[in-house]
């Protein structure tokens, strides 16, 4: 294999995301209970054998600079590293950065002599893939740039870069996120066409592009020195396609892109089936993430259905279903929790604590005795009073607070947020 250096953009503000990004940016967003969203590319990586990479950061990064220094470090004996290049200003460049390829642009002196390839990967999807088949597919079809791309509804279209490629997989056309249905039509591939590609749901019948780009180290270096193009989706792949030679990898597997609270939410729920598409549970494969030498889960005479309960976490004679139950969570007696994703605690709220807090009228950590909680994303270290209902029970699509937020009919209470005693949403 030669040498590849791997750049994972992790800066985007993820305003789609908002409120779990209110204090804190898209890849640091904590996913099935005790990941990140970051540890999903990092992991991928590792497993891939490529230990060279560069984590370009710029928005409320600093709990996502914390979860990277806590959790991965390479040893001495290999030429492995994991750099954090944050948006800066220098002699050279007063702004920050403006998109995803001016943020490579940017640290394109950091890159020089890491490698014969650029991998560059989004820190916000979850996916498991082995990057290894992907070089060889890039070294195979002697591209200049690669694409992984995955194929979706024509539903989703609009939210993604589509593409078509020819017999010998080259891109001939791209298209960055077609609003107009017309343009969704045109970019449609046909059912014959995928079947030969080894497509088996040709329900889903466009290619989207997974932002996980190949790039021959001086094929980057030239597109983006001699142009101003912010973004690889919208400018620098259309403008490529034309003048090298571009070639797609269709990548059959699961593969999600959370971009939205209802996207969000539904991958956190489809984990908790009894075959979930995304496997957590591969030993071969694993998931990294910060080791924390939590305590096992207390289970106090409850009934637990289709759920998923992360260690530290404490529940006492409730009902929970096809939920996840994040680490330290806590979960008063009597509750019924259905449908909802608990991100739980940073901590552990001392007793000395929780009855200050009580004394001035703000209940503890976690989730009070007698709540009843339904289709619902509660955020890390919420305190959420007893007898609480988050239910939405007037029907909202949307609607936003201080005290939470409703996105496409799921409440979202934000971290650190307080919901009174009895509150009724």
């Avoid at 604590?353 to 009843?372: L, Q, S, T, V, Y």
Wanted: charged share 25%.
């Amino acid at each position: 294999m030669p040498d590849v250096v791997t750049v994972v953009l992790a800066g985007g503000q993820g305003t789609r995301l908002y409120p779990l990004t209110k204090i804190r940016s898209k890849p640091a967003v904590p996913i099935a209970g005790r990941f990140r969203l970051i540890d999903i590319s990092l992991s991928n990586c590792i497993h891939s054998g490529l230990r060279q990479i560069f984590i370009l950061t710029q928005f409320s990064s600093e709990s996502l600079h914390r979860h990277i220094f806590l959790t991965y470090r390479f040893d001495d004996f290999s030429k492995g590293f994991l750099t954090i290049l944050s948006a800066q200003q220098t002699l050279e460049n007063r702004n920050w950065y403006q998109g995803t390829a001016d943020a490579v642009r940017q640290n394109l002196f950091f890159l020089r002599g890491k490698g014969d390839l650029v991998l560059i990967l989004s820190g916000d999807h979850l996916y498991r893939m082995d990057y290894g088949k992907f070089i060889d597919f890039h070294l195979k079809k002697r591209a200049e740039i690669s694409i992984s791309v995955a194929h979706v509804s024509s539903n989703e279209a609009s939210d993604f870069g589509l593409m078509k490629l020819n017999q010998s997989e080259r891109v001939v056309s791209f298209f960055e996120k077609p609003k107009t249905t017309a343009d969704v039509a045109r970019m449609k591939i046909p059912a014959g066409v995928l079947r030969r590609m080894g497509v088996k749901n040709t329900a889903k019948s466009h290619l989207a592009s997974m932002g996980v780009y190949l790039f021959n180290s001086q094929i980057l270096k030239k597109l983006l020195e001699r142009t101003a193009s912010q973004d690889f989706g919208r400018e620098v792949i259309p403008q490529a396609i034309d003048q090298h030679r571009v070639c797609g990898f269709l990548f059959n597997g699961y593969w999600r892109d959370i971009g939205t609270i209802r996207s969000f939410y539904e991958a956190n729920i489809e984990l908790t089936q009894p075959l979930p598409k995304f496997n957590f549970y591969d030993e071969d494969r694993p998931i990294f993430t910060h080791a924390r030498y939590l305590p096992g889960s207390k289970i106090l005479a409850s009934e637990i259905r289709n759920s998923i309960l992360c260690e530290g976490s404490i529940i006492d004679r409730s009902k929970i279903s096809d939920s996840i139950i994040g680490i330290r969570s806590r979960i008063g007696e009597n509750c019924r929790i259905e449908r909802t994703v608990v991100m739980g605690a940073d901590y552990f709220e001392a007793s000395e604590e929780a009855e200050r807090c009580k004394k001035i009228g703000i209940p503890p950590i976690g989730i009070g005795a007698g709540c009843e909680i339904r289709n619902a994303i509660i955020d890390k270290n919420a305190r959420v009073g007893n007898g609480v209902r988050l239910i939405n029970a007037m029907g909202v699509k949307d609607e936003e607070t201080e005290q939470y937020v409703i996105r496409d009919g799921i409440i979202v209470v934000p971290k650190l947020a307080v919901i009174p005693d009895s509150t009724i949403i």
